[in-house]
């Protein structure tokens, strides 16, 4: 079973500021088989990034995704108010499909 | 408009079964560019993938925390997906998303709002 484990738990940011949110497997997989999401309060995940690096439709170019192997991030160029959220990685390579536990981030 | 909706959740209680429905439209139920899945989240915690079926509906696969417990059908006729929960235990309280993955991104890109389940005596 590969376990995925974001960090950090939590990210404080202001609005206009990076923010870098890291995913790391236990055990390599492949890039096509990444994927991350952004969910809000009272909301279902929405798709980001597939495949580690392509944005899914819709998400602006300042989202964008990296890595190989066993370590990804997902960045966020400039923050605006509406990125403040949680975000999960999520591997496919193999069963169980596990999800990352999830980096909140949070307006500083 | 790709739409997927869930339906059947409740206040159950422990050792009792239920059956969550998610009605898809919008898309062929049965193209293999698409699977289903049942994705779980239990208040105040982060997403766990629960089982998938394939799009021939061949393979399925569980978690192991709902292994012969909880299993996952179709009906292709209904463009509908189930989710048949016997046994339920209080950590089995959650809302319960249906989600579809394309296989051409690989990613779950559509998602039901929910159903929320809650086991208790």
């Known amino acids: 079973e590969i376990v995925l484990t974001q960090s950090p738990g939590t990210l404080s940011l202001s609005p206009g500021e990076r923010a870098t949110l890291s995913c790391r497997a236990s055990?390599?997989?492949?890039?096509?088989?990444l994927a991350w999401y952004q969910q809000k309060p009272g909301q279902a995940p929405r798709l980001l990034i597939y495949?580690?690096?392509s944005r899914a439709t819709g998400i602006p170019d300042r989202f964008s995704g990296s890595g190989s192997g066993t370590d990804f991030t997902l960045t966020i160029s400039r923050l605006e108010p509406e990125d403040f959220a949680v975000y999960y990685c999520?591997?496919?390579?193999?069963?169980?499909?596990?999800f990352g536990q999830g980096t909140k981030l949070e307006i500083k | 408009q790709v739409q997927l909706v869930e339906s059947g959740g409740g206040v159950v209680q422990p050792g009792r079964s239920l059956r969550l429905s998610c009605a898809a439209s919008?898309?062929?139920?049965?193209?293999?560019?698409?699977?289903m899945h049942w994705v779980r989240q239990a208040p105040g915690r982060g997403l766990e993938w629960v089982t998938v079926?394939?799009?021939?509906?061949?393979?399925?696969y569980y978690a192991d925390s709902v292994k012969g417990r909880f299993t996952i059908s179709r009906d292709t006729s209904k463009n509908t997906l189930y989710l048949d929960m016997n046994n339920l235990r209080a950590e089995d309280t959650a809302v319960y998303y249906c989600?579809?993955?394309?296989?051409?991104?690989?990613?779950?890109?559509?998602w039901g709002q929910g159903t929320m389940v809650t086991v208790s005596s």
């Open positions: 999520q591997q496919f390579g193999s069963s169980p499909y596990n």
């Open positions: 989600a579809r993955f394309d296989g051409t991104l690989s990613g779950f890109d559509i």
């Open positions: 055990q390599s997989v492949s890039s096509t088989s």
């Open positions: 079926i394939s799009c021939d509906g061949t393979i399925k």
């Open positions: 495949g580690a690096s």
């Open positions: 919008g898309f062929t139920f049965t193209s293999c560019d698409y699977g």
